[in-house]
């Protein structure tokens, strides 16, 4: 063949319509008088709704007031906000004695610190903290709202909780400033980094025993006042029944998954039946079930309260849905990865937990993110059997005698909260799955 | 080239303890009768190639040995231990037969090193430096120590399967099983793994080794075998097998193949 191109060719700029800004309007709004047209009247329906809605929410609207009518005497178009404020600390805590809701905010804080060290990327024990958090936290949880006297399993967990936060706070202080986990610095203060492994272990088993002991006395004499789950309302029942929710639902949904992938036939059967039962019944059902008819086959004399009820159906709910989605992102496991596992000699547990639910479950973040924003959302069905979540919190507004009949605005501020929180939910499973992939190509 | 290569036949060191024995095994898929009536005996240090047309059980038979799948009839005996139903044998046997398959099947999610630890930290109950030392060892037997801390993904083909080779070797196994381990690699990449493997068996190790390449099977085989339709056909040493082969089934296949 003869020669085509002597010469290399050099580069050229792009044709306007690629780089500047007229040229992305053009290409992308304008092409066409269709297009124009179409553009043009979409700008408008944008301008009538931002306007209007900027003009009751924000430029017309009472943000002081002490009742309805002085909403009124200020503006008859505007947003009532007043009455919204006035009830701000019911929507969030609802009737939760005032003067201690300290507790309800010093669990959030709790949470917050314990959780931390997960987004950590220098701190270790990652896995631990994460279990530690959901074997142990609702215990110290629970009591820190509830109150009133431990029974036994309750100190003991209770304890457990102290000890556990205790070690993980430490872990996370000698992971960012030394880099290197408890344990190893315990060690290393105690010079015994050339003893056998056995002696390690004994000596740091034998600090915790201490600690344990220790926690265990001084919690003997810390109590809270009692406060009935009757009053607890508002946002924050709403988290905590959704909270519940979602931290027994996956480890449910993987235990159903597995029960409905097992060999043993009874095993399976059971699974999917459960699974196939719940998952064709709306929650709604679910909860009149779980308050009305539950007691009927509870032994006479046998009374839970209406929350545990609610919570335990909502558990075995979303851990039915979670069971799919598990299902799910297990079938995307190719079959090599279990015969990879079975050539190192890697047993059932050993294949799952450390071959194969890993994969899955990355796979599965988009999912279980999204039946996270559902439980939340969902909870507020619960004020549909007569609990005062956020929901029924927002409703009792317009029957509180000043703020009579006021509806419009609780209803829009319960939806910000929402979007608020289910927004920054999602946003943050994308960044999760964008993370994930960049960590490795498959 | 490797040395054992050029030098043609490997010196063979086969001792007379069984390692594998297979008493008139029968498998069947549903009512696909795959595996007719199979005897095979298998020496320690024995270098056994199974050849044999597509579809003719030389993957069932070799995943049947290491407990992949399951057998309805005879008996398989791998190292003393009868496979079966007793749980405890099918463990021994999982951790003493390493296994090599046509697409590597590393764990994706974790680093090469990780890939190589993982057997020995949870089931030998190995701790974790020296897993890391025997680890590396092998990296360097096959040739990447330089690719410990990649994930499976950023490597060739050629790399992954001897990464794969390494992880299997990393359980110190008493039996390896190849299944076609070059048949999905490009051929530029086929040499490397064929290489590795040479020196696998210059070491003494129990190999059985499905393949199709033949210059590979002269080389290390001790006797070759041949499958067809669910058959063993014939079994020879690699100079009469290829030299003189004396089923016509085999004639047939040998000169489709060479
Ligand atoms: N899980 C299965 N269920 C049903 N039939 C199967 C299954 N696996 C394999 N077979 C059939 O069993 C026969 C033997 O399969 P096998 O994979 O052992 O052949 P092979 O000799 O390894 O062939 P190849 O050279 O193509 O890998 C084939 O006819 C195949 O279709
Ligand atoms: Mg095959």
Redesign the interface.
Known sequence: MAIIKAEKTPDRSAPVSETSVMGWLHKNLFSSAFNTLLTLFTLYIIYLTASGVYGWGLRDATFAAENRRECYDYSLTGACWAGVIDWLDNIFYGRYPREEIWRINFGGLLLALWMAPLWMGRVKGKVLVGVTVVVFYPFLAGYLFSGGDKGFFMQVMVTGAIVAFAINMANMITGLTKNMGLNAFIIQMLEQGKAP?KTQRNILLLLLAIAFAAAFVWQVNWTVEGVSWTKWGGLFLTLVISGIGIASALPGGIILALGRRSKLPIVRVLSTGFIEVFRSVPLITVLFMATTMFPLFMPEGFVLNKLVQVIIAVILFNACYMAETVRAGLQAIPK??F?????????YW?TMG??IM??AL?HMIPNIVGSFIGLLKDTTLVSIIGLFDILGMLRSISKDVPWLGLHKEPLVFGAILFFIICFSMSKYSRHLEVKLSA???? | MSDAQTKGQLASAISSEVMIEINQMNKWYGAFHVLKDINLTVHKGERIVICGPSGSGKSTLIRCI???EEHQEGDIIVDGFKLGKNLKNL?HI??E???V?Q???????LTILENLT??PV???KM?KADAIETAMKYLERVKIPEQADK?P??LSGGQQQRV?IA??L??SPKIMLFDEPTSALDPEMIKEVLDVMVDLADTGMTMIVVTHEMGFAKTIADEVVFMDEGDIVERNNPDAFFGNPEHERTQKFLSQIL
């Open positions: 492994d090599g990865q015969e990879g596992a079975h050539t190192i000699g890697l047993g050993g450390l071959i890993p994969q990355k960590g490795h190509k498959h | 290491n407990a992949l463990d999982r951790t037969v390493g296994m398959f697409n590597f099947n590393l764990f994706p999610h993982l057997g949870w089931v030998r701790n994930y993904g950023q794969a992880r299997s990393c359980m």
